[in-house]
């Protein structure tokens, strides 16, 4: 089974740090594009960072202002978003996304497999 | 510009067709895929690429584009399509990516 399964997320007062993980199973995970999506309480999606298979091409949401950082280790079929200056905006459930592996010019034409998310809470 | 406009709610009586839009000028450069999240739940792809539908879906959903707008159509919508939809698609420079607002869809 296809599987993404988050980790790491918990309650962390503003300005602090916070490393979150997502184990794949199921599927060649080295051969996928992955992302970090998050979402708000009470609000919608929002595309956060994207790295590429090989990590040659990593991407952030303009609105991070440099404060996340996103890693893979393919030995260990692992994600990872490393969270700092966290501000009480950065509230919300943190999912893992792997990226449809059918491409157009070089672009996955969508996100296909979600985990169910980790919550991270930024609160003094 | 790298913003996707959605309508905030929509509804549509059982078993009628309801179309869910999203509109944005990257749109007239890349494909939009659509997702639905119900409440407590993970998202779903829905519908990816020009028209395409994952394994699973049920082929009452359907997606198309013209222009800036892509749609979400649901032929004959069900019970249990009540939910959020949400779009996806690129930034202007395609390097990012950008989520529509989302559209609550009712089913009365």
């Known amino acids: 089974e296809v599987q993404l399964v988050e980790s790491g997320g918990g309650l962390v007062k503003p300005g602090g740090s916070l490393r979150l993980s997502c184990a794949a199973s199921?599927?060649?995970?080295?051969?996928?594009?992955m992302n970090w999506v998050r979402q708000a309480p009470g609000k919608g999606l929002e595309w956060v960072s994207s790295i590429d298979s090989r990590s040659d091409y990593i991407f952030y949401a303009d609105s991070l202002k440099g404060r996340f950082t996103i890693s893979r280790d393919n030995t260990k079929n692992s994600l990872y978003l490393q969270m700092s200056s966290l501000r009480v905006e950065d509230t919300a459930a943190y999912f893992c996304?792997?990226?449809?592996?059918?491409?157009?010019?070089?672009?996955?034409?969508?996100?296909?497999?979600w985990g169910q998310g980790t919550t991270v809470t930024v609160s003094s | 510009s790298s913003e996707l406009t959605q309508d905030p709610a929509v509804s549509v009586a059982l078993g009628q067709t309801v179309r869910i839009t999203c509109q944005g000028d990257?749109?007239?450069?890349?494909?939009a895929s659509w997702y639905q999240q119900k409440p407590g739940q993970a998202p779903v792809l829905v519908i990816y690429?020009?028209?395409n539908r994952p394994s699973g879906i049920p082929d009452r959903f359907s997606g198309s584009s013209s222009g800036n707008t892509a749609s979400l159509t649901i032929s004959g919508a069900q019970a249990e399509d009540e939910a959020d939809y949400y779009c996806n698609s690129r930034d202007s420079g395609g390097s990012r990516r950008v989520f529509g607002g989302g559209t609550k869809l009712a089913v009365l």
């Open positions: 996304v792997r990226d449809i592996n059918i491409l157009v010019r070089g672009i996955s034409l969508g996100m296909d497999v």
């Open positions: 199921g599927f060649t995970f080295s051969s996928y594009n």
């Open positions: 690429g020009k028209n």
């Open positions: 990257s749109l007239r450069t890349y494909y």
